[in-house]
Structure formats: structure tokens, C-alpha cells
């Protein structure tokens, strides 16, 4: 292996942008689960309401807290008044569903007809008496996850600062963590306080599952750091304050316009850490918010190595093994940095946008852990053309290819292994916790057609000569 | 603007795709955003498609929106036609890129002189027609542009020599339609009819030329194949045949058109005979109606909602070959609205005409009938209102499209269709039934192994987080903590037991 003595770095390409992903506009699949009284309302055509229908099978039945304005022939050519229009379906809603907020979510129609709706939404706010938060979550300028960017970018926008009757704010807000120490006497309190380092208060910054969210406070809370609040949190009416000087992290890879906006907007401090995906991605988490908080880490090693232990049967399935990413939701270098970790090689990382700054950290631990894996780099291909990427799959004969499922079915049918890629967003696989469920996800294809692999029929289609 | 989260009918793009699709060797490339390619999630999901769908995307970016689309849609059709070949190309603009209005025509006249096969634009205007009219048109494109080009290089084919059919209609995602297709070709084996073509699905557009070959047109559905039919009667004085074979009389109906149409043309057949054998000993459904357990859904309520040409036959097979009590049959087609009151009205109370999920859903509640037929929408609202449902047309899930042999149509459709309504009438029944007598067992369920009530202390948070968790895992997840908490002799479980012990379990 003297290739990889040398240390490479990482290298970038970028190819044409044919690649097949979700429309942004799905994050409202997800958003709307987790801000609990939140409305979205999507204000696009029949082809946004069509891809939203499908994509989300059977949520659409439980009644959702979201809506399409499906706009008609008559407001693409302005005979209809926008701001008419969108009063009349918010009043709608507010009637309906009385929500504490309703968030906009622009299209590609919305930008094509240039419809002004961050000029909108302020007045009918002020005129209905909700809230209104504007996301251009649309297909011209997003992929898939990037909508949750713009929907967080625009709320961190409405996160409260420190308002001048803090006290009472506070009271209010603490209302239900007041309720939760009913009862318990004043010394037990500060007791709980206690349990902290006194540290710059912590805004973590990402939508997880309420599960998820519980098992990463726990995580810091054990190295004696606080969580002050997370962006989003479950009601809109909770979201935390950021002041000047507040530390803020981001939980996942494609947050890179919400860290941007803390920064800027809100003067906060981003710390660049790799994110919480992978028991070696959590430790690297922690290990750097400790150490821009000035905190000693405890007990990392062992938790680490506990966790690599109970992974051990799955990693003998996949160890050595090589997986491609066709990318389509920008998860991809931590999967990627954490299956290497696993024992497998990657040698292609497709990726829909790769913001090196905000992922700085995350491609250096990359990059850290090729060279101590003893592998070659993979090739990180930004805007990859979904087609030129089969060919080097058939060529590079790749054990496991994670994907959309445009492709999953027919790279199947051609003996190659897939894993659906979309599950992995909606899985949860964040924290030392998870670590399983994203092997479990991993190496169900392999799991799967291990029992199959004597039957000879591996290869399912007609005529492919070249496969 | 409308509010609206639910649509029965598609985007026009999706029709053009479906059609573009079903055809061998015809690539369809979409003028659109990032994300708009979903058709190929659904071919591939729904249809369990071995093969890449044969669609893909000229993206619309921001650039494209500044600049234009200038050579970027060209140049994706040329790449197109140098990798995969195909016959035809049919670029398919979307509702976003009929607002840029960029001349999509010219690029398709650009194309052409390089590429190698065919360049077609699909003729459709996003913001009037839906996906059925669109599927509709641009079949009918397709026919066109294959006939007219082969009549100028003068190799037209001409009528054949024996009774010859081509069926029309059949395409991708469509309902049940790869069974009802071979179901079809059965048929008419046994009328002693070849069949000619089979467009669009597995169709090749170099064998469009042969369409005049055929005596008649059978058009099953309503909404596809009408246009590309009535095009080939008029250039050719093709006969069609349009009436859907579903249900015992409606196809006895179709084969005797059948008959008269080949009569006409100088045959001497007599299909009588084999209607009256098919329905008295080969198809079931004659029998049914005459049975016992048919006889006890007289007068049952239902209603009836769909595409035009489920919807209808479902509701005459309802009422005039079950004698069931058809409350309202709906459609969503309002396009063809009076073609859809004309076949039903004798069948049902009333008809209605809508594509708003909600006033569906209310007027189902209004009528409370012992079974709804419908699509996966009436489905759920079923559910909601415990009424069972028989899905009978798009939209539809995965579970419609089944791999055994489900056709709707022909004889052995009749015998599908039985299944479905009597199934679902006695679900009904039984439900009925267990409510009235309290269950199917009224004994104490004992409690199993370390499962209920255990002594296990939970504190508050811990109960909180554990509710958090779906209930269908909640119970194992108690019982893995309950088990993990009792082997390390700890007496309250925490949240941080909780997550432990999922670790644990992992281990």
C-alpha cells in the first residue's frame, strides 16, 4: 500500500447537474411533523402538488398541516391579485386549523412570475395576526434537504433576542420546564443546574426526530454542557433566543445557509464541527464543541469503543467492500466518512452541493480517516449527470450503490446492490445510539441477497450485454 | 389560487410521459427544474420497472432563467440521441417551462438536423388540460407524425386480409391495464380477430405505419386512445369500437358491435354462440347474480367514484347485474362530463361531477353505504367512516398494481370484479357482526411473560420519552428496558436508561 502512504487530498469535480433528486418543497414532509403547530403551505402548481401527493404515500391521508395554493392560469398572468389571493386561503387556514404560524414556501413558479412574497408576507401578517415565514424552497436553486435549509434559514430570522422584559419573557418560556419541576423543591433545581459547566449558552440548529433530540442533550449533558434551545423546536411558539455571542452548531451536512444566516444576521458562533453521524462522527462532534467551550471530554474513548463493539457483526458483512454514492441529499461525506470508517472503500461521493466551508471540518475528518483506513480518497463529484455515473458503477463493479429510486429497481435487475437513498434522511441516525440503525440500513441489501446468492438469478434483464 | 393537498388527475407532463414511455425505444426528455423527474420514482416504484424509464431532464436553472435556455436543451437532445439511440424524442415541456415561453419548437427544429431518430414536441398546454387529455394528445401526436411521415415515403400499409383489430389505450401506469391488455388479445384470439397493434405500451412507432391494416379500433378506456381512433377514422374510415368490455353485458355489448362493424366490412361472423356459452359457464358473474349470496346485497347501498370508464361500468355492473343500490356515481373527469351523466344516470340517484377530494369525502359520510368503489382516496376516507372499499381506478398505490392476473376487463374481468364487490360487502357484514356480538373472543387475554404489568419503576421523563415512541415498537421497547434495567438491578428507569438500553440491545 505504498500509494496511500502518500497523503492526497481530497479531490473535487463537478459534472453537468443531470442527476435525479427530490424537490425541495418535500421538506415540508418533515417540517410539519416536527413544528407541531406550524401550517406550510406551498404555493406552486399541479406539478408541486403531484410530486408532494406521491412522495409522501400515506401521510397525505392523516390529514397534514400543509396545503397547496395551486396557483391558476389567472394568477400567472396576474388577472388575479397575489396578496387577495393569499388572504383569502390564510384566513382559510387560520379558520381551519387556527396554526401558530404559517410558512410560505415558494416555487419555481413563484420565482419564475416573480411574485413578491417576502413583500407579502409582512403585511398580511400584520393583517391576519399569524406569523408568516417565507422559504424560496424551490427546484431552481435547491436539492431535496436544502429545503429545510431555507425553511430554518428564514425562521432563525424570528428567533426572539433578548427582549427588554427578560425576566417575564423568560418565565414564559421556561413555562413548561417550570412544569416539569413542579414539585420539586428549590434546592433539587439547582442542584439539576449544578449538574452544568458554566459555559456561552448553545443553540443547536437542525430538524431530528424528538427521540433523537433527547439522546444528543443527553450526550452533552453528560460532558456538563447545556443545550439552550434547537432550531426548530417541536412549537413555533418555542423557538430559542439568540443573542449576539451565542454558540451555535449544526446537526446536519446541508445547513450551510442557516449557519450562514446565524452568523451574519445574528452574530452568533458557529462551531465548525463533523456531524453527529457515526459513533467516530458524534465523538468528533463533542470532542470539538468541548473544545471551543473549554471543556475537558470524559469517558469518550470507552463510550466509542463500546459502541464499534456492538456494531461488530454488521461491519464483518461490509468490511472491504466498496459503495458509491450517485448523491441526491447531501448526506453523503458523513455516510461516506463513517462507512470508510466502517472498513469499506468509496471510490465516488456524488453530492448535489458541496459548501466546503460549512462542511470544513467534516471533509478534514474525511480525509483524516482515509489515510488512517489506508484508503484512497474518494472523488467528490458536485452536480454529477446521473448517466455518466452507471457507467463508471458498471465499470468500477461497486458492491453497493446508495441511490434514488429512479435507479434502484434497475441496477436490482442487473445484479447490482442498492440501498434507497432517501431512507437515510428519514431514518434516525444521528448520535452514538444510531449508529446501528445506519448499518442496519446499509447492510440490508447485502444481508438480503446473501441469502439469495445461490439461486442464479442474479441478473434479471434481457439483452444487457455490457453489465 | 385553490387550496388544495390532493388531485386525482396528474399534471398534463405525466400524461405525455406515460405515453412517451409505454412505447419501446421513444425517450422522453423534460424541459424542467431539479426534482420534476418523478415520474420515474413512480414507473419504477409503482410498476416495479426493471429497466431505467427512458425519461430525463434538461434542467431549469437559475442560468436558464437569466439567460435562456439557448443551446442546453439542443444539446441534451443530440447527447440523448448519441447514447441510447432512440427512435423518437419527445421533449415534454412542464408547467414551469410554459411560463418561461421559450420557443421549445425551435429547439426541436435545431435538434432534428442533427440527431439521429426522430425529435417530436409534445403539444400540451399545462394550465388547460390534465394528464388524461394530455395522454390522450399526444398518442394522437404520435399516430399522426408516423402516418403522415410514412405516407410521404408511400409505405403505407393497407387493410389485411382477415378480420384485424388494433387496440388502443394501453400505456404505463395505467390500471391493471398490462392484464386487461392480455386479457384483450384473448378475446379477440378467440373471436378469431388477429390482433393488428397494440399502441402505446410495447408498441414500436416504426410499426405505426401497419395501423391502417386493421378492420376496426377497439378504445377500451375513455380516456386514452379516443383522439388517436377518431384521427385513423377519418384518414382511413377505420371503424372504432369504444365500448369498455367490463361487466357481463357491456361486453356482450362489445362483441356484438364487434360483429356489426365486421359485417359490415364483408365478414360473416356470429359471435351469439360463444356470448351465451362465456356467460353461462365461463365467466362466473352470470352465475353470482343468480346465487344466494347475491342475493343477499339487494338493495345495498354504494357509491361509485372514478376515472370515466371504471366508474361507469362499475355502477351499471352494480346496479343492473347485482342489483345494488348505486346512491351517487362520481367522476373526476369534468372534461367528459356529459358522456359520463349520459351512461350512468339510469344506474344511480345521482351523479356527480368533481375533482375536490373534500366534497367527496362529505358526500360519502352523507350516504353512509355499506361499501364505497373508488380510488385510494375513498380508500382512506373509508377507513376514517369504517366502510370497506374496493379500489377500482387511479390515483393508486403500489398495492394496485398486483403481479398475479387481475384484469377488469373481458370475462375473466367479471370474474375479478365479483371478488372485489362480494369481498368487500361481507368485510362489511363481519365487521358488522363482531361489533354486535362484542368480538371475536370475549375471554381475558393472558398476560405473556414479562409483558404486562411489571413492577418496573418509571419515572416521569422516562414514561414521556417512552410514549414518544410509534406505538407498534413501544411495547418491545418497554420490555427490552424493563429486561435491561432488572439485569443491572436498577429501579427507576430514566430517559437515560431508556436510550441505554437501546444501545445495549445493539450490543
Partial sequence: ?467 | MKLAYWMYAGPAHIGTLRVASSFKNVHAIMHAPIGDDYFNVMRSMLERERDFTPVTTSVVDRHVLARGSQERVVDNITRKDREEQPDLIVLTPTCTSSILQEDLENFVNRAQLDAKGDVMLADVNHYRVNELQAADRTLDQIVQLYINKARKKGDLETKSEKPSVNIIGMSTLGFHNQHDCTELKRLMADLGIEVNEVIPEGASVHNLKRLPRAWFNLVPYRELGMMAASYLEQEFGIPCVDITPMGVVETARCIRKIQQVLNAQGADVNYEDFIDQQTRFVSQAAWFSRSIDCQNLTGKKAVVFGDNTHAAAMTKILAREMGIHVVWAGTYCKHDADWFREQVSEYCDEVIVTDDHGAIGDAIAKAEPSAIFGTQMERHVGKRLDIPCGVIAAPIHVQNFPIGYKPFLGYEGTNQCVDLVYNSFTLGMEDHLLEIFGGHDTKEVITKGISADSDMGWTKEGQAELNKIPGFVRGKVKRNTEKFARDRGIEKITVEVLYAAKEAVGA
Wanted: proline content about 5%; aromatic content about 8%; charged content about 25%.
Fill in chain 1, 1 to 467: 500500500m505504498t500509494a496511500t502512504t502518500e497523503p492526497q487530498a481530497l479531490n473535487f469535480e463537478c459534472e453537468t447537474g443531470n442527476y435525479h433528486t427530490f424537490c425541495p418543497i418535500s421538506c415540508v414532509a418533515w417540517l410539519y411533523q416536527k413544528i407541531e403547530d406550524s401550517f406550510f403551505l406551498v404555493i406552486g402548481t399541479k406539478t408541486c402538488g403531484y410530486f408532494l401527493q406521491n412522495a409522501m404515500g400515506v401521510m397525505i391521508f392523516a390529514e397534514p398541516r400543509y396545503a397547496m395554493a395551486e396557483l391558476e392560469e389567472g394568477d400567472i398572468s396576474a388577472q388575479l391579485n397575489d396578496y387577495n389571493e393569499l388572504k383569502r386561503l390564510c384566513l382559510q387556514i387560520k379558520r381551519d386549523r387556527n396554526p401558530s404560524v404559517i410558512v410560505w414556501i415558494g416555487t419555481c413558479t413563484t420565482e419564475i412570475i416573480k411574485m413578491d412574497l417576502e413583500g407579502l408576507a409582512p403585511k398580511l401578517e400584520a393583517e391576519i395576526g399569524i406569523p408568516i415565514v417565507t422559504a424560496r424552497a424551490n427546484g431552481l436553486d435547491y436539492a431535496f434537504t436544502q429545503g429545510e435549509d431555507t425553511v430554518l434559514a428564514a425562521m432563525a430570522a424570528k428567533c426572539p433576542d433578548k427582549a427588554p422584559v427578560v425576566e417575564a419573557q423568560k418565565q414564559e418560556r421556561n413555562a413548561i420546564s417550570q412544569l416539569l419541576n413542579f414539585g420539586k423543591k428549590k434546592e433539587e433545581v439547582a442542584a439539576e443546574e449544578s449538574e452544568y459547566v458554566n459555559h456561552q449558552p448553545l443553540v443547536l440548529f437542525g430538524s431530528l426526530p424528538d427521540p433523537v433530540v433527547t439522546q444528543l442533550t443527553l450526550e452533552l449533558k453528560k460532558q456538563g454542557i447545556k443545550v439552550s434551545g434547537w432550531l426548530p423546536s417541536k412549537r413555533y411558539t418555542e423557538l430559542p433566543v439568540l443573542e449576539e455571542g451565542y454558540y451555535v452548531s449544526g446537526m446536519n451536512p446541508f445547513l450551510s445557509r442557516t449557519a450562514s444566516t446565524l452568523m451574519r444576521r445574528r452574530k452568533c458562533k458557529l462551531i465548525g464541527a463533523p456531524f453527529p453521524i457515526g459513533p467516530d462522527g458524534t465523538r468528533a462532534w463533542i470532542e470539538k464543541i468541548c473544545s471551543v467551550l473549554g471543556i475537558e471530554p470524559k469517558g469518550l474513548d470507552e463510550r466509542e469503543a463500546q459502541i464499534w463493539a456492538g456494531l461488530e457483526d454488521y461491519l464483518q458483512l461490509i468490511r472491504g467492500k466498496s459503495v458509491f454514492f450517485m448523491g441526491d441529499n447531501l448526506l453523503e461525506i458523513s455516510l461516506a466518512r463513517f462507512l470508510i470508517r466502517c472498513g469499506m472503500t468509496c471510490p465516488e461521493i456524488g453530492i448535489p452541493y458541496m459548501d466546503k466551508r460549512y462542511q470544513a471540518a467534516e471533509l478534514a475528518l474525511l480525509e483524516k480517516t482515509c489515510h488512517e483506513m489506508g484508503v484512497p480518497t474518494p472523488r467528490i463529484v458536485e452536480k454529477p449527470d446521473n448517466y455518466n455515473q452507471l457507467q463508471r458503477i458498471y465499470e468500477q463493479n461497486i458492491d453497493l450503490v446508495i441511490t434514488g429510486m429512479a435507479h434502484a429497481n434497475p441496477l436490482e435487475a442487473r445484479g447490482i446492490n442498492t440501498k434507497w437513498s432517501v431512507e437515510f434522511t428519514f431514518a434516525q441516525i444521528h448520535g452514538f445510539g444510531n449508529a446501528r440503525d445506519i448499518l442496519e440500513l446499509v447492510t440490508r441489501p447485502l444481508r438480503r441477497n446473501n441469502s439469495l446468492k445461490d439461486l442464479g438469478w442474479g441478473n434479471l434483464v434481457k439483452n444487457e450485454a455490457k453489465v
